[in-house]
């Protein structure tokens, strides 16, 4: 190989590396290894840039505002509302869920969907009594297999249709991938609707007291000569509360574990509790015990008091880094009370947390938190506790109309989906279902970035023969086997990046690999391409592999290892029917 293939391949090891241990922003560390490319002269400034000409990431950028637009009316929730609504068993429960939220993400972005379905179902599931660890996991992989059935259904489907497109190859058919991909998201259904019952661990907090599935972690400082200031833990009626119970007890440099009923409480100590959201929050009405930070509630009052739920997103600023390094309250105009941690509790100060991916925080901020930080890369989630924003439900019929009349216009083909998007777009802004501010933040432009980036990469990999090379020994590899088992390790292969980097990233770094072995073994190359949209979609291992996992992580208070109880076999499911489905439509 030359030696631009092999800084080519070093630089694309370098990003995989990157993007798997999150030092920094997804954007970032692809956008910076295009312009390592560029520098290097590897690659020429059309080659690096060209993705931000693509249709792709502009017609991706569009459909986040259409489905921004159905999701600001609520039109989907009094939708899932009824179907859970019903009586039945687990399994019936499931399905009731799980397929009109995959029908949905067929046409509308599955990221959108999850955000809006998560408040709903988990308060379902706690009127019911149901663990909701039941269906937010399901709900997130239903809503990723409905994204396999159409072009618009995921971000993943439209890269891919660019790339063939930039090839010089025709564009994705809007219905084109459903032929392998409503096979695969049918078996996929059927499969979780049998087995995640089975296989799906019920989680609940780490005390068997606490009723809520989700353990927070929270600070408070006894009054100075309050009445909880020299009386001990049981005469101060904190030895029992409801659905939180007194962790630790800090004094100076002593800290105090565990803090039993006689343990005296002196005015300044610091209390840790630990306890699910909603009892948590009620823990700042209590006489004698005041936020941790003395200021916390400055600038607040009550009439404007609001509890909200966030999410850490993978590309957030605040992961890695602490509330007090990066001026959480000044930055956010919010104050964190509590933090949740799917798989350990949190130990130490809150200010000093250095937050993960999937962390979950308690905020109090006023009405207008979510209005400004939903749909920002900060936080993937967004929820207020206690009560919802009002849908905008007057405007509940034309996004309707738009959303449908985007559907019926780029399937029949009247115009191709670039147009389609950007004219339901306008509409949505037209018609007032968002302002412009709204459908501005609606759109992720990390993700953005991302796409138009990583095209930079796959013009490497294709310049400079390193697809060519890797292709080679797939084939060589493979071929003794069949064309179908050369077929089966480009999924794999794709699987397997999905799941360390982004899931467009992954599509965008094999699309030139699987075009590159199509032609060394005579096969169709929509075949491969199509095989790999579905593929990099196909993300059920981890918790971190696709934005809808990361956001149930917390909420569903799962652990790391429950994503691949049932994310494992679904993976073997799902590549199985890839891999045997795709030699039915075309020539591999």
């Given at each position: 190989?030359?030696w631009?293939?092999?800084?080519?391949?070093?630089?694309?090891?370098?990003?995989?590396?990157l993007?798997?241990?999150?030092?920094?922003?997804?954007?970032?560390?692809?956008?910076?290894?295009?312009?390592?490319?560029?520098?290097?002269d590897?690659i020429?400034?059309?080659?690096?840039?060209?993705?931000?000409s693509?249709?792709?990431?502009?017609?991706?950028?569009?459909?986040?505002v259409?489905?921004?637009?159905?999701?600001?009316?609520?039109?989907?929730?009094p939708?899932?509302?009824?179907?859970?609504?019903?009586?039945?068993?687990?399994?019936?429960?499931l399905?009731?869920?799980?397929?009109?939220?995959?029908?949905?993400?067929?046409?509308?972005?599955?990221?959108?969907?999850?955000?809006?379905?998560?408040?709903?179902?988990?308060?379902?599931?706690?009127?019911?009594?149901?663990?909701?660890?039941?269906?937010?996991?399901?709900?997130?992989?239903?809503?990723?297999?409905?994204?396999?059935?159409?072009?618009?259904?995921?971000?993943?489907?439209?890269?891919?249709?660019?790339?063939?497109?930039?090839?010089?190859?025709?564009?994705?058919?809007?219905?084109?991938?459903?032929?392998?991909?409503?096979?695969?998201?049918?078996?996929?259904?059927?499969?979780?609707?049998?087995?995640?019952?089975?296989?799906?661990?019920?989680?609940?907090?780490?005390?068997?007291?606490?009723?809520?599935?989700?353990?927070?972690?929270?600070?408070?400082?006894?009054?100075p000569?309050?009445p909880?200031d020299?009386?001990t833990?049981?005469?101060?009626?904190?030895?029992?509360?409801?659905?939180?119970?007194?962790?630790?007890?800090?004094?100076?440099?002593?800290?105090?574990?565990?803090?039993?009923?006689?343990?005296?409480?002196?005015?300044?100590?610091?209390?840790?509790?630990?306890?699910?959201?909603?009892?948590?929050?009620?823990?700042?009405?209590?006489?004698g015990?005041?936020?941790?930070?003395?200021?916390?509630?400055?600038?607040?009052?009550?009439?404007?008091?609001?509890?909200?739920?966030?999410?850490?997103?993978?590309s957030?600023?605040?992961?890695?880094?602490?509330?007090?390094?990066?001026?959480?309250?000044?930055?956010?105009?919010?104050?964190?009370?509590?933090?949740h941690r799917?798989?350990?509790?949190?130990?130490?100060?809150?200010?000093?947390?250095?937050?993960?991916?999937?962390?979950?925080?308690?905020?109090?901020?006023?009405p207008?938190?979510?209005?400004?930080?939903?749909?920002?890369?900060?936080?993937?989630?967004?929820?207020?506790?206690?009560?919802?924003?009002?849908?905008?439900?007057?405007?509940a019929?034309?996004?309707?109309?738009?959303?449908?009349?985007?559907?019926?216009?780029?399937?029949?083909?009247?115009?191709p989906?670039?147009?389609?998007?950007?004219v339901?777009?306008?509409?949505?802004v037209?018609?007032?279902v968002?302002?412009?501010?709204?459908?501005?933040v609606?759109?992720?432009i990390n993700?953005?970035?991302?796409?138009a980036s990583?095209?930079?990469?796959?013009?490497?990999?294709?310049?400079?023969?390193?697809?060519?090379r890797?292709?080679?020994?797939?084939?060589?590899?493979?071929?003794?086997?069949?064309?179908?088992?050369?077929?089966?390790?480009?999924?794999?292969?794709?699987?397997?990046?999905?799941?360390?980097?982004?899931?467009?990233?992954?599509?965008?770094?094999?699309f030139?690999?699987?075009?590159?072995?199509?032609?060394?073994?005579?096969?169709?190359?929509?075949?491969?391409?199509?095989?790999?949209?579905?593929?990099?979609?196909?993300?059920f291992?981890?918790?971190i592999?696709?934005?809808?996992?990361?956001?149930?992580?917390?909420?569903?208070?799962?652990?790391?290892?429950?994503?691949?109880?049932?994310?494992?076999?679904?993976?073997?499911?799902?590549?199985?029917?890839?891999t045997?489905?795709?030699?039915?439509?075309?020539?591999?």
């Amino acid at each position: 190989m030359s030696w631009e293939a092999w800084f080519t391949l070093a630089v694309v090891a370098l990003t995989v590396v990157l993007l798997a241990r999150e030092v920094m922003a997804p954007a970032g560390v692809v956008f910076g290894s295009v312009v390592v490319l560029l520098v290097a002269d590897v690659i020429e400034p059309p080659q690096a840039f060209g993705g931000f000409s693509n249709p792709a990431p502009i017609t991706v950028a569009a459909l986040y505002v259409v489905a921004a637009g159905i999701e600001r009316t609520g039109l989907l929730a009094p939708i899932v509302d009824a179907f859970l609504g019903g009586s039945g068993g687990t399994r019936s429960t499931l399905a009731r869920l799980m397929v009109p939220t995959a029908a949905s993400s067929a046409f509308l972005n599955n990221t959108p969907i999850v955000a809006m379905l998560v408040s709903p179902v988990t308060r379902w599931s706690q009127r019911n009594g149901h663990p909701v660890s039941r269906y937010l996991m399901p709900l997130s992989f239903a809503a990723v297999l409905g994204g396999m059935i159409t072009l618009i259904g995921t971000s993943t489907n439209v890269v891919v249709s660019g790339l063939l497109d930039a090839s010089g190859r025709e564009p994705m058919g809007f219905f084109e991938i459903s032929k392998v991909g409503l096979p695969v998201a049918l078996v996929g259904l059927v499969f979780m609707l049998l087995f995640t019952p089975l296989l799906l661990p019920e989680r609940r907090g780490a005390r068997r007291d606490i009723e809520d599935v989700r353990e927070f972690v929270v600070e408070m400082t006894v009054d100075p000569g309050g009445p909880l200031d020299g009386v001990t833990v049981e005469e101060g009626e904190l030895r029992h509360l409801a659905g939180v119970f007194l962790a630790q007890v800090e004094r100076g440099d002593r800290v105090i574990a565990p803090a039993g009923p006689e343990t005296v409480l002196v005015g300044g100590d610091v209390l840790r509790f630990v306890g699910n959201a909603a009892d948590v929050a009620d823990l700042h009405s209590r006489r004698g015990i005041s936020p941790a930070v003395s200021n916390l509630l400055d600038g607040f009052t009550s009439q404007r008091l609001a509890f909200y739920e966030a999410v850490i997103g993978s590309s957030s600023p605040l992961n890695g880094r602490s509330l007090k390094a990066i001026g959480f309250r000044e930055r956010y105009r919010a104050a964190v009370i509590a933090i949740h941690r799917a798989d350990q509790r949190v130990e130490g100060k809150l200010g000093d947390v250095r937050l993960r991916t999937g962390d979950t925080l308690l905020l109090i901020a006023d009405p207008a938190f979510r209005t400004r930080w939903q749909g920002s890369p900060d936080f993937l989630l967004v929820s207020r506790l206690g009560s919802t924003d009002p849908p905008r439900s007057a405007k509940a019929l034309p996004a309707a109309a738009i959303g449908i009349g985007v559907v019926v216009v780029a399937g029949v083909g009247w115009l191709p989906i670039l147009e389609t998007s950007l004219v339901g777009a306008l509409l949505v802004v037209g018609f007032g279902v968002l302002t412009p501010y709204e459908a501005r933040v609606s759109v992720d432009i990390n993700v953005i970035v991302v796409i138009a980036s990583s095209f930079g990469l796959g013009a490497a990999l294709e310049a400079t023969g390193l697809a060519d090379r890797i292709a080679d020994g797939i084939v060589d590899g493979l071929s003794g086997a069949g064309n179908v088992a050369v077929l089966l390790g480009v999924v794999l292969a794709t699987v397997a990046l999905t799941e360390l980097i982004t899931n467009n990233a992954a599509a965008i770094l094999m699309f030139p690999i699987a075009v590159s072995t199509a032609v060394t073994v005579g096969g169709d190359p929509r075949a491969y391409a199509i095989a790999v949209a579905l593929a990099a979609s196909a993300s059920f291992l981890t918790p971190i592999g696709y934005q809808t996992n990361t956001m149930v992580w917390g909420p569903g208070g799962y652990r790391f290892g429950d994503y691949a109880r049932v994310g494992f076999p679904l993976t073997i499911v799902a590549i199985a029917a890839i891999t045997l489905l795709a030699p039915v439509f075309w020539t591999i």
